[in-house]
């Protein structure tokens, strides 16, 4: 028994030595990696059910190694922040995107959604740097949004909403992030004007699994947006069931591995004309 707890201890230690190994090794590569392009932007598609059509792509990071491993966004986001270079990798996002998908976006009228995290955002000028870099990008604001998740509207109320304000006077449109996970969902939207808010994928996923009580607070969440003017987007779709609860529903719009996980630009305009002609 012993033997078998020593043993243990040194699985244990190995694991959280390479987790911490791990970490260190990000800390250490992230600049270099934003200022040479290794974390690029992939796009998945947001799919509108009146329309039947993809409308627009949400913009996601990704970090290839030179290794070819991909280091995911939950790992290296958070490390952005803390090195005060998410606004570099914002950026260069923008600037990526802008090049591969602003003649095609142009063209379809399609929306880019960008993530922004609460550093950003309470930014005092992060609306007019924001607006400034899509002007150098040549992408036109009413083909862009921001997507702001409910703890980062938490953080500092008055402020992320002078800032929204902001944003949608310059034409950007904003939506709510892992709307209904944030704990005052509702009193916010008294106040606050955004055009979407997206639904966090825990109500979606609940769906198809016989919870009522999760159904009728869906439905009372659309109902109540589509009173207040705003649209609902659906995230995490991943079944045929889900999918058509929402549309019973009247969700405006979803996104989800059902249809796509997010793409490489080429083919994410593979997969938006294929889903069009259908
Ligand atoms: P998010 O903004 O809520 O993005 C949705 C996440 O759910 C993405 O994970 C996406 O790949 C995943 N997803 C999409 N459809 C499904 C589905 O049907 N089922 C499941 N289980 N998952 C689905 P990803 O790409 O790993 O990103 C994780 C988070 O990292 C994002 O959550 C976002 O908060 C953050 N993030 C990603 N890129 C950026 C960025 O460029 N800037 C900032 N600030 N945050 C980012
Ligand atoms: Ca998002
Ligand atoms: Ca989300
Ligand atoms: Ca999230």
Known sequence: AKHRGGNQFLFYSAEVGAQFFEKSDIELHLADAIRKGDIFPKFQPKIDLHQGTVIGGEILARWQRANGEFIPPDKFIAIA???HQIQALSASLIWQSSALAGNHVRAHSLTLAFNVSVQELLEPK????FSATLAKCGLSPEHCEIEITESCLIENFAQAKSCVDELRQLGIKVAIDDFGTGFCSLNYLRSLAVDTIKLDRSFVGELDVDNLNNMIVVKAIIDLAHQLGIKVLAEGVET??????????QCDEVQGFYFSPALAWQDFCQFASQFNAE
């Open 126 to 129: 992060f609306s007019q740097q």
């Open 240 to 249: 045929q069931t889900q999918l058509a609860i929402l549309k019973a529903l």
């Open 81 to 83: 922040e803390q090195q």
